[in-house]
């Protein structure tokens, strides 16, 4: 069984550019979740789908961050424009449900966006 | 959102123990989890802990819980080079899915 998996592994773009990142969760996976490490800093909590609705985005930093989920399989992270602050990792997870518990979420690598 | 504090770096000679410490504030965890990260790789669920359990043992890995003090750790017995890595304590918060992570401790094994 295929991963977690992201999409680029690592991306460098000038400040004001526009970068999309792709999660493809493992399948049968409902939950799929984007979480952000900001050099030497804790793993932040971005968004969670259920399937392709939003289920929590409170951990959105601002409407520069687009995410979608369209069809409930992969998901994408759009940063539109960019800035520097938004270097960092950027991961996601996805976990499934059984008899409406969630599970143990597992990790892709990755993606290490540098803005410069 | 809830705060997970954890040491940042440790340093063991191979073949001795090691103790990542981590300290939370969610006191309504149902599962407290620590997940390691080797380098270029992403994050795997090494083991968790109910909240009801004071203590865990996993072959290497003791895992130890104080919900008074909010207080977790991570033993790991026999600590091998290939142990080095990066290893986040995580607790989900009282209401959703996601996880609140700690920082990190970065475990440097030296021969």
């Known amino acids: 069984e295929a991963g977690v998996t992201q999409f680029p592994s690592h991306s460098v773009i000038e400040k004001g550019q526009t970068v999309t990142l792709r999660c493809d969760p493992i399948s049968g996976h409902d939950n799929l979740y984007w979480y952000r490490r900001v050099m030497g800093k804790e793993i932040k909590f971005l968004l969670h789908f259920v399937k392709e609705s939003k289920q929590d985005e409170s951990g959105m930093p601002n409407n520069r961050f687009l995410a979608e989920r369209t069809g409930g399989t992969y998901s994408t992270l759009k940063v539109q424009p960019a800035e520097l602050e938004d270097s960092g990792v950027y991961f996601c997870?996805?976990?499934?449900?059984?008899?409406?518990?969630?599970?143990?979420?597992?990790f892709g690598q990755g993606t290490r966006l540098t803005v410069v | 959102g809830e705060d997970v504090e954890q040491s940042l770096f440790l340093s063991v000679r191979e073949g001795d123990s090691s103790v990542i410490n981590c300290t939370y504030t969610d006191s309504s965890s149902t599962y407290l989890y620590w997940y390691k990260q080797e380098p270029g790789a992403g994050l795997q669920l090494l083991t968790y802990i109910f909240s009801n359990m004071d203590m865990k043992q996993d072959q290497r890995l003791t895992v130890l819980l104080n919900k008074k003090d909010k207080h977790l750790s991570l033993r790991i017995a026999d600590t091998q080079t290939g142990d080095s890595a990066i290893y986040f304590c995580?607790?989900?918060?009282?209401?959703?899915?996601?996880?609140?992570f700690g920082k990190g401790t970065s475990l440097l094994v030296t021969p």
């Open positions: 997870a996805s976990s499934r449900m059984v008899r409406g518990m969630n599970t143990e979420a597992f």
């Open positions: 995580a607790d989900p918060p009282d209401s959703g899915y996601a996880l609140n």
